[in-house]
Every structure is written in C-alpha cells, then in structure tokens.
Nanobody, 122 residues
C-alpha cells in the first residue's frame, strides 16, 4: 500500500523558513512525479509545486516562485519543500501527492499524505 507521510511543519515568524519532508513507500518512487498541494483555512486546495520522477523538471505556482524550492532524494524515497521568506498567507496544511500516471506531471494524483500544518505568525 502506498504511504506518504509529511513532516517538518510548525510555527514560524514571517520571513522565516521551514523545510518540509514527505517520506514515501509502497510504490516505485523514482517512476512518479510528485507534487505539494496546500489548503489554507477556509480555502480550497492550491497546487504549490511539482517535480518529475528523476528530478529533471520542476514547476511552481507563480506565488511560490523565488521563495519555495522543491527537491527529491530518490535514494531515500523522500520529497522535500524548502520554504523561505514565509508570509502569513502561506499558513496552510501542506500535503504531498503522488502522480497517478508514471511519466506525467501535474495531470492528477491518486495518493495523498495526511498533511503537515504550517503556521506563519508573529
């Protein structure tokens, strides 16, 4: 069974940084692109970033460009999101998600983690 477990969230001041991790198991990790998706309080899901199976292609939502960095370590079956210059608007639950179809990126996801809370507040 596929499992995705996020960690690294917490409380941080505006302008601060956090590094999120997503530990993956139950599938061939390096065959699938991965994404980060977030949900702010009272809001819908918002796609954040994606990375292709081998890490060669990377995509960001416009509001995250220059502040967030997605990466993966396929030897560790782990996905990362480095978040810098955090703003209060970044407060959300952050989920990692597995692409449904090998070889595709941001086409759709069939497994999600439980999420990790990020709170940006002074």
């Amino acid at each position: 069974e596929v499992q995705l477990v996020e960690s690294g969230g917490g409380l941080v001041q505006p302008g601060g940084s956090l590094r999120l991790s997503c530990a993956a198991s139950g599938f061939t990790f390096d065959d699938y692109a991965m994404s980060w998706v977030r949900q702010a309080p009272g809001k819908g899901l918002e796609w954040v970033s994606a990375i292709s199976d081998k890490g060669g292609r990377i995509y960001y939502a416009e509001s995250m460009k220059g502040r967030f960095t997605i990466s993966r370590d396929n030897a560790k079956n782990t996905l990362y999101l480095q978040m810098d210059s955090l703003k209060s608007e970044d407060t959300a639950v952050y989920y990692c998600a597995k692409e449904t179809t090998a070889g595709l990126v941001v086409a759709g996801w069939n497994y999600w983690g439980q999420g990790t809370q990020v709170t940006v507040s002074s």
